[in-house]
Protein backbone atom coordinates (compact mmCIF):
# COMPACT_ATOMS: atom_id res chain seq x y z
CA UNK A 1 0.00 0.00 0.00
CA UNK A 2 1.84 2.98 -1.61
CA UNK A 3 0.45 6.33 0.20
CA UNK A 4 0.21 10.10 -1.37
CA UNK A 5 2.27 13.32 -1.56
CA UNK A 6 2.25 14.83 2.57
CA UNK A 7 0.59 11.45 3.57
CA UNK A 8 1.29 8.54 5.65
CA UNK A 9 0.31 4.59 5.77
CA UNK A 10 -2.10 5.88 8.14
CA UNK A 11 -4.09 6.97 4.92
CA UNK A 12 -5.77 3.87 4.34
CA UNK A 13 -7.01 3.42 8.01
CA UNK A 14 -10.56 2.98 6.09
CA UNK A 15 -10.12 -0.01 4.62
CA UNK A 16 -7.27 -1.03 6.55
CA UNK A 17 -9.19 -3.94 8.28
CA UNK A 18 -11.18 -5.20 5.37
CA UNK A 19 -7.80 -5.89 3.92
CA UNK A 20 -6.04 -7.79 6.44
CA UNK A 21 -9.49 -9.68 6.87
CA UNK A 22 -8.33 -11.07 4.15
CA UNK A 23 -4.66 -10.20 2.44
CA UNK A 24 -1.58 -10.05 4.36
CA UNK A 25 -0.72 -6.17 4.20
CA UNK A 26 2.15 -3.78 3.95
CA UNK A 27 1.36 -0.18 4.19
CA UNK A 28 4.81 1.79 4.31
CA UNK A 29 5.73 5.08 4.84
CA UNK A 30 7.40 6.55 1.82
CA UNK A 31 11.26 7.98 2.69
CA UNK A 32 10.47 11.64 3.50
CA UNK A 33 7.25 11.16 4.98
CA UNK A 34 5.33 9.31 8.39
CA UNK A 35 8.44 7.41 10.29
CA UNK A 36 10.95 7.12 7.24
CA UNK A 37 13.85 9.50 7.16
CA UNK A 38 13.90 11.51 3.44
CA UNK A 39 16.59 10.13 0.76
CA UNK A 40 19.98 12.01 1.04
CA UNK A 41 19.91 12.92 -2.64
CA UNK A 42 17.74 14.18 -5.02
CA UNK A 43 13.72 13.35 -4.36
CA UNK A 44 11.90 12.69 -7.09
CA UNK A 45 9.33 9.46 -9.00
CA UNK A 46 12.39 8.07 -10.39
CA UNK A 47 14.34 8.26 -6.84
CA UNK A 48 11.34 7.27 -5.02
CA UNK A 49 10.60 4.08 -7.34
CA UNK A 50 14.41 3.53 -7.24
CA UNK A 51 14.35 3.27 -3.06
CA UNK A 52 10.99 1.07 -3.11
CA UNK A 53 12.58 -1.50 -5.54
CA UNK A 54 15.49 -1.72 -3.34
CA UNK A 55 13.19 -1.90 -0.17
CA UNK A 56 11.05 -4.70 -2.00
CA UNK A 57 14.46 -6.36 -2.64
CA UNK A 58 16.18 -7.03 0.54
CA UNK A 59 12.69 -8.03 2.06
CA UNK A 60 12.56 -10.63 -1.07
CA UNK A 61 8.73 -9.00 -2.02
CA UNK A 62 10.09 -8.49 -5.50
CA UNK A 63 6.62 -9.50 -7.89
CA UNK A 64 4.13 -8.19 -4.81
CA UNK A 65 0.53 -6.85 -5.78
CA UNK A 66 0.30 -2.90 -4.87
CA UNK A 67 -1.93 -0.25 -4.23
CA UNK A 68 -1.01 3.39 -4.44
CA UNK A 69 -3.45 6.33 -4.75
CA UNK A 70 -2.41 10.03 -5.86
CA UNK A 71 1.47 10.57 -5.91
CA UNK A 72 1.52 6.68 -4.98
CA UNK A 73 -0.52 5.66 -8.14
CA UNK A 74 1.39 7.70 -9.95
CA UNK A 75 4.93 6.11 -8.31
CA UNK A 76 3.17 2.26 -8.81
CA UNK A 77 2.67 2.48 -12.44
CA UNK A 78 6.17 3.50 -12.98
CA UNK A 79 7.20 0.63 -11.47
CA UNK A 80 4.85 -1.43 -13.19
CA UNK A 81 6.36 0.30 -16.62
CA UNK A 82 9.74 -0.76 -15.22
CA UNK A 83 8.68 -4.54 -15.08
CA UNK A 84 10.17 -7.46 -13.19
CA UNK A 85 9.00 -5.25 -9.38
CA UNK A 86 5.37 -5.50 -9.27
CA UNK A 87 2.94 -8.17 -9.98
CA UNK A 88 -1.50 -6.82 -9.95
CA UNK A 89 -1.40 -2.75 -9.30
CA UNK A 90 -4.14 -0.67 -8.39
CA UNK A 91 -3.83 2.90 -9.37
CA UNK A 92 -6.33 5.11 -7.84
CA UNK A 93 -6.19 8.75 -8.98
CA UNK A 94 -2.37 9.18 -10.48
CA UNK A 95 -0.81 12.37 -10.39
CA UNK A 96 1.15 13.05 -13.49
CA UNK A 97 -1.45 13.24 -16.43
CA UNK A 98 -2.44 16.87 -16.38
CA UNK A 99 -2.14 19.27 -19.68
CA UNK A 100 -1.58 22.93 -20.29
CA UNK A 101 -3.66 24.91 -17.53
CA UNK A 102 -4.01 21.83 -15.19
CA UNK A 103 -0.33 21.43 -14.75
CA UNK A 104 -0.58 25.11 -13.12
CA UNK A 105 -4.25 24.64 -11.51
CA UNK A 106 -2.85 21.73 -9.86
CA UNK A 107 0.73 23.00 -8.84
CA UNK A 108 -0.78 26.43 -7.30
CA UNK A 109 -3.84 24.71 -5.20
CA UNK A 110 -2.08 22.08 -4.10
CA UNK A 111 1.07 24.41 -3.12
CA UNK A 112 -1.22 26.75 -1.46
CA UNK A 113 -3.39 24.00 0.63
CA UNK A 114 0.43 22.70 1.96
CA UNK A 115 0.94 26.59 3.09
CA UNK A 116 -2.80 26.99 4.85
CA UNK A 117 -2.27 23.53 6.61
CA UNK A 118 1.21 24.60 7.78
CA UNK A 119 0.13 27.82 8.98
CA UNK A 120 -3.02 26.37 10.63
CA UNK A 121 -1.83 23.45 13.04
CA UNK A 122 -1.78 25.15 16.29
CA UNK A 123 -5.00 24.72 15.49
CA UNK A 124 -5.78 21.81 13.63
CA UNK A 125 -7.17 19.19 16.07
CA UNK A 126 -10.35 21.41 16.83
CA UNK A 127 -11.25 22.36 12.64
CA UNK A 128 -10.65 18.47 11.92
CA UNK A 129 -12.77 17.80 14.79
CA UNK A 130 -15.72 19.87 13.72
CA UNK A 131 -17.53 18.77 10.06
CA UNK A 132 -17.48 22.46 9.20
CA UNK A 133 -13.72 22.59 9.65
CA UNK A 134 -13.27 19.15 7.46
CA UNK A 135 -15.34 20.75 4.54
CA UNK A 136 -12.71 23.46 4.80
CA UNK A 137 -10.33 21.60 4.37
CA UNK A 138 -10.71 19.13 2.48
CA UNK A 139 -13.45 20.30 -0.16
CA UNK A 140 -10.30 20.00 -2.89
CA UNK A 141 -9.99 16.34 -1.87
CA UNK A 142 -13.23 14.57 -1.06
CA UNK A 143 -16.78 14.53 -2.79
CA UNK A 144 -17.89 14.55 1.52
CA UNK A 145 -15.71 15.58 3.38
CA UNK A 146 -17.78 16.63 6.41
CA UNK A 147 -18.29 12.66 6.80
CA UNK A 148 -14.39 11.93 7.36
CA UNK A 149 -12.93 10.59 10.61
CA UNK A 150 -11.61 13.45 12.53
CA UNK A 151 -8.70 10.98 13.40
CA UNK A 152 -8.14 10.17 10.08
CA UNK A 153 -8.21 13.88 9.19
CA UNK A 154 -5.81 15.27 11.38
CA UNK A 155 -3.52 12.42 11.46
CA UNK A 156 -3.42 13.56 7.28
CA UNK A 157 -2.60 17.54 8.33
CA UNK A 158 -0.23 16.25 10.85
CA UNK A 159 1.51 14.15 8.31
CA UNK A 160 1.73 17.21 5.55
CA UNK A 161 2.74 19.31 7.85
CA UNK A 162 5.83 17.03 9.13
CA UNK A 163 7.15 15.47 5.95
CA UNK A 164 10.48 17.21 4.98
CA UNK A 165 10.05 15.94 1.36
CA UNK A 166 6.65 17.11 0.29
CA UNK A 167 7.69 20.70 -1.54
CA UNK A 168 10.40 18.98 -3.40
CA UNK A 169 8.18 16.18 -4.82
CA UNK A 170 5.68 18.24 -5.26
CA UNK A 171 7.85 20.29 -7.58
CA UNK A 172 9.25 17.06 -9.36
CA UNK A 173 5.87 15.35 -9.75
CA UNK A 174 4.34 18.77 -11.70
CA UNK A 175 7.27 20.32 -13.63
CA UNK A 176 9.62 17.08 -13.82
CA UNK A 177 9.95 14.34 -16.23
CA UNK A 178 6.17 12.82 -17.33
CA UNK A 179 5.02 9.25 -16.86
CA UNK A 180 5.94 6.58 -19.90
CA UNK A 181 3.66 4.52 -20.34
CA UNK A 182 3.59 0.42 -21.53
CA UNK A 183 2.95 -0.52 -25.18
CA UNK A 184 -0.14 -2.47 -26.13
CA UNK A 185 0.50 -5.99 -25.45
CA UNK A 186 3.60 -5.84 -22.76
CA UNK A 187 1.86 -5.01 -19.28
CA UNK A 188 2.83 -8.81 -17.55
CA UNK A 189 0.42 -8.27 -14.49
CA UNK A 190 -3.11 -7.04 -14.25
CA UNK A 191 -3.51 -3.25 -14.09
CA UNK A 192 -6.75 -1.47 -12.87
CA UNK A 193 -7.07 2.48 -12.82
CA UNK A 194 -9.10 3.89 -10.44
CA UNK A 195 -10.59 7.02 -10.80
CA UNK A 196 -12.76 9.63 -8.96
CA UNK A 197 -15.71 10.96 -11.05
CA UNK A 198 -15.38 13.87 -8.67
CA UNK A 199 -11.88 14.48 -8.39
CA UNK A 200 -11.27 18.15 -8.00
CA UNK A 201 -7.00 17.24 -7.61
CA UNK A 202 -6.91 15.17 -10.99
CA UNK A 203 -9.19 15.96 -13.20
CA UNK A 204 -11.29 12.82 -14.58
CA UNK A 205 -10.53 14.12 -17.96
CA UNK A 206 -7.05 13.06 -17.07
CA UNK A 207 -7.86 8.96 -17.12
CA UNK A 208 -7.88 8.78 -20.23
CA UNK A 209 -4.79 9.90 -20.95
CA UNK A 210 -3.62 7.72 -18.19
CA UNK A 211 -5.01 4.53 -20.16
CA UNK A 212 -3.61 6.07 -23.60
CA UNK A 213 -0.38 5.11 -22.16
CA UNK A 214 -1.32 1.97 -20.55
CA UNK A 215 -3.66 0.39 -22.99
CA UNK A 216 -4.05 -2.71 -21.36
CA UNK A 217 -5.13 -1.55 -18.22
CA UNK A 218 -8.58 -1.79 -16.95
CA UNK A 219 -10.34 1.60 -16.12
CA UNK A 220 -12.70 1.30 -12.70
CA UNK A 221 -15.33 4.84 -12.37
CA UNK A 222 -16.07 5.48 -8.75
CA UNK A 223 -19.07 7.45 -9.41
CA UNK A 224 -19.82 9.48 -5.76
CA UNK A 225 -16.03 9.76 -4.97
CA UNK A 226 -13.41 12.65 -4.99
CA UNK A 227 -9.34 12.79 -5.70
CA UNK A 228 -9.47 9.28 -2.39
CA UNK A 229 -11.76 6.72 -3.12
CA UNK A 230 -10.66 4.86 -0.50
CA UNK A 231 -11.86 7.84 1.72
CA UNK A 232 -14.96 8.53 -0.23
CA UNK A 233 -16.24 5.11 -1.51
CA UNK A 234 -14.41 2.83 0.56
CA UNK A 235 -16.41 -0.42 0.59
CA UNK A 236 -16.36 -0.73 -3.27
CA UNK A 237 -12.34 0.54 -3.10
CA UNK A 238 -11.79 -2.78 -0.98
CA UNK A 239 -13.76 -4.91 -3.23
CA UNK A 240 -11.90 -3.28 -6.34
CA UNK A 241 -8.26 -4.36 -4.50
CA UNK A 242 -9.94 -7.70 -4.11
CA UNK A 243 -11.32 -8.63 -6.65
CA UNK A 244 -8.16 -7.56 -8.32
CA UNK A 245 -5.89 -8.99 -6.41
CA UNK A 246 -7.72 -12.47 -6.00
CA UNK A 247 -5.84 -15.29 -7.14
CA UNK A 248 -6.21 -16.93 -10.77
CA UNK A 249 -5.19 -20.46 -11.54
Known amino acids: MIHGLGSSWQTWAPILAGLEA ?105 LTASPVGRSALFAQFSSHPWNLAPELTLTEMRSFAASPSTDELLRDLVFGEGQQGIPQGRLKHPLVIGWGRWDRVCLPAQASRAQALFPDARLHWFDHSGHFPHWDMPAQTLRLILDATAFKS
Open 22 to 126: EREVIAVDLPGFGHTPPLSGKVSIATLADALTDFLTRENLLGIDAVGTSMGARLVLELARRGGVLGTVVSLDPGGFWRGWERGFFYSTVAASIRLIRALQPVMPA
